[in-house]
C-alpha cells in the first residue's frame, strides 16, 4: 500500500487529524434528497448549491441533522482534493462557520460563499463544536 502522507496545512484546527483523511470512503458519494435539492447524506448532512459550478465563488447552504439545538453551534468544513492528496479552506472566509436554527427539515444550517480550488473528487469533512460529524464526497468538474 503505497498511501502518500496529508500534509496539513498550518492553520487548519488542530482536532482535525490526519486519520480523518485516511478513512475516507470515495465510494459513498452524496446523492440528492428530500425536495428540496439538499445533495449529501440523508438525514446526517447536505448541501443546496453543490450542483452549480463551484470553482467560482458560490453560495451554498449546509444542512445537518442530529445535533443538539443551540446559538453556540460551530462547522468546520475541511476539503480535501483526492488527485492532489491537498488540503483546502473552501469556506471564503476560513474553516469555521457558525450554524443557525432548523430549516428544510435539518436541525440547523448555515448559508455560505465557498470557492473550490480545482476539479476533481473532494470529500468535504465536516466536523461540528471540534468533534468529526460526517464527510460528503463530491465530484466537482465546473
Known amino acids: 500500500m503505497n ?3 496529508v500534509a496539513l496545512p498550518d492553520d487548519l484546527p488542530d482536532f482535525v487529524q490526519e486519520s480523518d483523511f485516511k478513512s475516507i470512503d470515495w465510494d459513498k458519494k452524496a446523492v440528492e434528497f ?5 445533495i449529501g447524506n440523508s438525514n446526517k448532512s447536505g448541501v ?3 450542483d452549480m459550478p463551484s470553482l467560482n465563488t458560490q453560495k451554498w447552504m449546509w444542512h445537518v441533522w442530529g445535533i443538539e439545538e443551540g446559538r453556540d453551534n460551530q462547522l468546520t ?3 480535501y482534493h483526492k488527485d492532489s492528496n491537498t488540503i483546502h479552506p473552501i469556506l471564503v472566509n476560513g474553516w469555521n462557520i457558525g450554524l443557525s ?3 428544510n427539515g ?3 444550517h448555515a448559508p455560505s460563499n465557498v470557492k473550490i480550488p480545482k476539479p476533481g473528487d473532494w470529500a468535504i469533512l465536516l466536523y461540528t463544536n471540534g468533534s468529526y460529524f460526517d464527510t460528503l464526497i463530491y ?3 465546473e
Open 106 to 108: 435539518a436541525d440547523a
Open 77 to 79: 468544513i475541511v476539503g
Open 139 to 141: 465530484d466537482i468538474t
Open 3 to 5: 498511501e502518500k502522507a
Open 101 to 103: 436554527g432548523s430549516v
Open 34 to 38: 428530500g425536495d428540496r435539492g439538499i
Open 48 to 50: 443546496i448549491g453543490v
